[in-house]
């Protein structure tokens, strides 16, 4: 299967929709009243509800519409944490964090003040519950209440990443306790209350979400009154948008960085900076094709990681030892199978007695992505093994894998996936966990020993004793055969130059914390 992307100006303006429109109206010039932030984001919101989020639009939107006690700043600066809803907050134990709510928080439709209890109700709904993000929490014990904003936070073991994977992130996002309960104990796409600095004042489904100034935030006032999201899956229409003055922010492709450096539009710039996303090659160790850990050691040894590094990365980047970040302390040093070998894929297919092997490879549709699959598509003929490419949009690919949409996930053959990673490894880690089976962990890795050692991981205090924990995870992925760690992608961005954007960790932006310049 041949996938061609061809996006031109003519191919573009057939579009439709708010893309369209957007191509329509020149930019208006910043004003002193109304200004707008305009961003454009690949793909369009799922879940609002802090428990059952994925992530991209759906991250970005409670960053403005709810709080977090603590946020990160840029990656690029250090990830350096600082406060947000909590006007104070410190440990003041190895288990234990007191806080303060910052004075003046409102819930809008009339729900009252912000208040412990709403802290106390937002973290204890996802510890032990279902949601993806229970994880973060597994070191959690309860909320104290003290007053009506101020609280204690207590741990079941010492666990320092909590300050920086719980608290200001995904969980640690605070909703309003009697809302949520008169919505039935959760929602989707309408927030019952909000509190932060934005309000979501508007959803056009697959085009635009419009966001406003909050007039009761007390906190720090945003350089913006208005954050208009715009929706375009297309990486090159998105890039094509930009240049006709459509939005201020996008990220793009990389492969377009070059052609970008070479014909910077007028008044743009570039951001390139390696990011904390990590791509990876599952095998579904699960599916009987796959069952003979010697055809998926056959699939490691095929892949041509040179090729995707240079094909569908421009060479931007390096090859991943695994899925915490390289250059960090905890960083693996290579992986067991790090030199490409036909002769031995194909040696490994006659003694597992497989021929005539055809695979289907589940892959997101971005230029990116796609170019990948097709290059592992090329490197996996040479070895007799046929790739057929089933390239799927974002909302049908993350039910793929997901056990409460059906046994689906139990089929799948190969999938390329990538997630955005987080400033601790047990972050990354967690997601191949035993636990994770039927959630994100597509590979059907089982490793009791695996989570012994996240186990051990999480609570340990020695930085060096952590990182043979990790490195020791990663080599347990790789000889499972259900892994072949790609890269962790490069972060290319275009900004107006009167911009100053915030890009946090998980690569997502932070509007609240764009800035005029």
Known sequence: MTIHWRTDRRELLKMGGALAGLLAVPKMAWSAEGDTLRLRIDADLQVLDPKGIIGGLDEIIPRCTQISLIRLGDTRDGNQAMNWGAEEIEWTSPTTIAFTLMEGLKWTNGFGPVTAEDVKFSFERIAGSDSAWAYQFEKFDHV????????????????????????PYYG?????????????????????????????EKWEQNQKVTLVANPDWPGPKSDFSRIEIYIVTDDQAAQLAYEADAFDFTRLAVSAAKQVKTNMPKGARLIEAQSTRYAWLTINMNSPLLSDIRVRQAI???YDGDAVLQGAYDGLTGRAAGVVQPGTAFAREKNHIATRDVEKAKALLAEAGVSNLTLKLVA???????????????????????????????????????????????????VL?????????TENLV???????GVYNWSFFDSKEFEDLYQQGVVEQDDAKRKAIFNRMEDLMEDSGGFVFICFEPYIAIHDDNLQPVILADGHPNPTMFKKI
Not at 144 to 167: C, Y
Not at 386 to 396: F, G, Q
Not at 417 to 425: E, L, R, S, T
Request: proline share 6%.
């Open 144 to 167: 104290e209440v003290t007053d009506a904003r101020s609280g204690i936070i207590h741990l079941k073991q010492p666990f320092k990443p909590f300050w920086v994977i719980t608290l």
């Open 172 to 200: 640690g996002h605070i909703v309003c306790k009697a809302a949520v309960e008169k919505a039935g104990g959760s929602y989707t796409t309408e927030i019952p209350a909000q509190c932060g600095p934005f309000l979501m």
């Open 300 to 302: 490691q040894y095929a």
């Open 364 to 414: 997101l549709t971005d230029s990116t992505t796609q170019a990948i699959a097709q290059i592992i598509q090329s490197s996996l003929a040479e070895a007799g093994i046929t790739v057929e490419i089933e390239p799927t949009e974002e909302a049908a690919y993350w039910a793929l894998g997901d056990k409460t949409q059906g046994d689906t996930y139990k089929t799948l053959e190969l």
């Open 417 to 425: 996936m990538n997630f955005a990673g987080g400033i601790d490894p």
């Open 431 to 437: 997601w191949f966990r035993p636990d994770q089976i």
